[in-house]
């Protein structure tokens, strides 16, 4: 009987994988991953390594969660290091935790490694620090799915709040944290394919946001809060784009 690795593979940028992750991903039997990881960290995997997509093809939907898990059981009779790779961290709106509840049901031996999550690497890659002393004291990440009944009202305190898939729902989602009693003013920003060479900003308020929203495309996370304002600043002057474009090309 093999094991389940529950592999984080990151926000995008290969060079954000953990050690632990490559390690793994450089031994792994069989790969099952989806949309959000990055083709360069499926590039680490050995070339007889059987590379499985159980992601969302041209707008139709992934394979059911049920036949994911159903795959991961199958393959861990035959394999002994099968891996399933998620983009950003497993546990972070991944479905992790049902994929371990179901193996371990199973009595397959699983294990977690954890992966830096986009809530806290796309606003940190757009110099927006999701805490800072004197003006943000806690963050919340939530999940803006359309699909997703939630209590927004809840989130009218915290002081920097992080919006996952969230683009679709943007507009609605402005006018319910302004009915909740936050600012109009304030700021909210769209970090689109964070960590990647083509990672954009996009800066507005929940006001604007309210009325007629901006352009954005997919994936992105949307930050409310003032150290919006701080990454604004930063990006205003300019210097981002070629460390990044850098760091692509070396
Ligand atoms: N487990 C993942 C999140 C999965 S939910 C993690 O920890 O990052 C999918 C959502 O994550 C997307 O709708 C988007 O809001 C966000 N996301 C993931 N990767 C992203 C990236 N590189 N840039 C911007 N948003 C990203």
């Given at each position: ?6 592999v ?10 953990t050690?632990k ?51 991961l059981?199958?393959?861990?009779k035959v394999?002994?290091?099968v891996?399933r ?17 179901f ?29 800072q ?9 939530v ?8 209590d ?29 009693g ?11 394919k964070?960590?990647?060479?083509d ?5 507005t ?11 954005v ?21 300019g ?12």
């Amino acid at each position: 009987m093999g094991k389940v690795y529950l592999v984080g593979g990151g926000p995008g940028d290969p060079e954000l994988l953990t050690i632990k992750a490559y390690r793994i991903l450089k031994e792994a039997d069989v790969v099952l991953y989806d949309a959000l990881v990055s083709r360069e960290v499926l590039k680490f995997t050995r070339p007889d390594c059987l590379r499985i997509y159980v992601g969302k093809r041209d707008g139709k939907h992934s394979l059911p969660q049920e036949e994911i898990n159903h795959l991961l059981l199958k393959f861990s009779k035959v394999y002994e290091k099968v891996v399933r790779l998620k983009g950003g961290d497993p546990f972070v709106f991944g479905r992790g935790g049902e994929e371990l509840l179901f193996l371990r049901e199973k009595g397959v031996e699983v294990e977690v490694v954890p992966g830096v999550t986009s809530a806290v690497a796309a606003p940190s890659s757009a110099f927006i620090p999701v805490t800072q002393r004197g003006m943000a004291s806690s963050f919340a990440v939530v999940t803006g799915h359309p699909n997703r009944d939630v209590d927004w009202s809840a989130f009218s305190k915290v002081d920097t709040l992080v919006i996952l898939m969230g683009v679709k729902n943007r507009q609605r989602i402005a006018r319910e944290l302004i009915r909740a009693g936050r600012d109009p003013e304030e700021p909210v920003a769209f970090i689109e394919k964070a960590t990647t060479p083509d990672q954009r900003e996009v800066f507005t308020t929940l006001g604007e946001l309210a009325q007629s929203p901006p352009e954005v495309s997919t994936p992105a996370v949307m930050v409310v809060g003032k150290v919006v304002d701080l990454g604004r600043e930063v990006l205003s002057h300019g210097q981002h784009r070629e460390s990044l474009q850098e760091a692509h090309q070396a």
